[in-house]
């Protein structure tokens, strides 16, 4: 099973409407990083939320952290054509392996 | 700012070939990745390297050799290419291993016909 898995496989809306994708761990984090991929292109970091944070902002994107519960969630305001791609998020294991755990990913679709 | 490119973009092979993927990036990181992707699955990490000719298992090496020559520079080998193997293999570089934000080129899709 799935260390960290994003809960939608995808979502739609229309351009300004507000938008979460939400992921769920299983594992103690030091940190979780989201990342965007849009088409034809690598993952780019968006947010990244250390374990002792509960909300981070970044613009029209905000991320919240909730360890108790392990899962988080981004959330995009006023969405634009552009924020169309697939939402990972990633977690940072706080024993053993250091590697990034990723979800399979929620595919945003933004329409006009 | 920084790149990391990757070549070739498209790559087809036959079955039972050895393909080798590069990937240059001018960051100067220290580490670096490379990670295969399959259709609705997440990233899953075939091998690193902390330094230059450092090189570390992921958790997909099998079926799979990298090469670190330079600090600039990582390619990897598919040993023998799987018959109907589709994938895209992002390469990716940061700072240090860990927390450290990772920053991926576009990707070479492959395909073994």
């Known amino acids: 099973s799935q260390l960290a898995e994003e809960n939608l496989w995808a979502l739609s809306v229309h351009e300004g409407e507000s938008v979460t994708v939400n992921c769920s761990y299983k594992t103690s984090i030091t940190a979780l990083q989201w990342y965007r991929q849009k088409s034809g292109e690598g993952p780019a970091q968006l947010i990244l939320i250390r374990s002792n944070e509960r909300e981070k902002r970044n613009g029209r994107l905000r991320a919240t952290l909730d360890t108790s519960s392990q899962s988080s969630s981004l959330s995009i305001t006023a969405t634009r054509c552009e924020d169309t791609a697939v939402y990972f998020c990633a977690t940072v294991p706080s024993s053993g392996s250091w590697q990034l755990i990723f979800g399979s990913g929620t595919q945003l679709t933004v329409m006009p | 700012g920084g790149i990391i490119t990757q070549t070739p973009k498209f790559l087809i092979g036959q079955e039972g070939q050895k393909l080798t993927l590069k990937c240059q990036q001018n960051?100067?990181?220290?580490?670096m990745y490379w990670y295969r992707q399959d259709s609705g699955k997440g990233l899953r990490l075939i091998y690193y390297?902390?330094?230059?000719?450092?090189?570390q298992k992921g958790d997909l090496s099998e079926g799979y050799d990298a090469s670190r020559e330079k600090k600039s520079s990582f390619s990897l080998t598919v040993t023998s290419a799987q018959k109907n193997e589709m994938a895209v293999f992002l390469c990716?570089?940061?700072?240090?291993?860990?927390?450290?934000?990772?920053?991926f080129g576009p990707g070479t899709r492959l395909t073994v016909l």
């Open positions: 390297s902390i330094t230059e000719n450092d090189l």
């Open positions: 960051f100067n990181h220290d580490t």
């Open positions: 990716a570089s940061s700072i240090d291993r860990g927390r450290a934000e990772q920053f």
